[in-house]
């Protein structure tokens, strides 16, 4: 091989070494769940949302996380949990009933 075909060759991997590094550190999108409820009132509509949410792809802890918050019916609670998922960096915030 020639120092120039090296060169170029050596070249294109360095070029690309960055974005395959990259592509392999991407972080898992996070979806932040907020609810008055409590998980025991909810499954129903947790079944239904991780339904919906597979039969568009995302399948959770596969390639999406989600962040749970359950008031339990003590609905002063909602604003100090909504901040701690906005904190979080959650890419979307869902509000259950």
Same mark, same amino acid.
């Given at each position: !091989?020639?120092?120039?075909? $090296? %060169?170029?060759?050596?070249? +294109?991997?360095?070029?690309?070494?960055?974005?395959?590094?990259?592509?392999?550190?991407?972080? !898992?999108?996070? &979806?932040?769940? #907020?609810? =008055?409820? =409590? #998980?025991?009132? =909810? +499954?129903? %509509?947790?079944?239904? $949302?991780?339904?919906? %949410?597979?039969?568009?792809? $995302? &399948?959770?802890?596969?390639?999406?996380? &989600?962040?749970?918050r359950w008031a339990e019916g003590q609905y002063d609670r909602l604003p100090a949990q909504a901040a701690d998922l906005a904190r979080?960096?959650?890419?979307? %915030?869902?509000?259950?009933?």
């Amino acid at each position: !091989m020639r120092r120039r075909e $090296f %060169l170029g060759v050596m070249g +294109a991997g360095l070029a690309a070494w960055p974005r395959a590094v990259c592509g392999q550190h991407q972080a !898992m999108p996070v &979806i932040g769940y #907020l609810s =008055s409820r =409590s #998980l025991g009132d =909810s +499954a129903a %509509l947790v079944a239904a $949302f991780r339904k919906g %949410l597979g039969e568009a792809g $995302f &399948i959770e802890g596969q390639n999406v996380a &989600i962040e749970y918050r359950w008031a339990e019916g003590q609905y002063d609670r909602l604003p100090a949990q909504a901040a701690d998922l906005a904190r979080q960096g959650v890419a979307v %915030l869902v509000r259950g009933e």
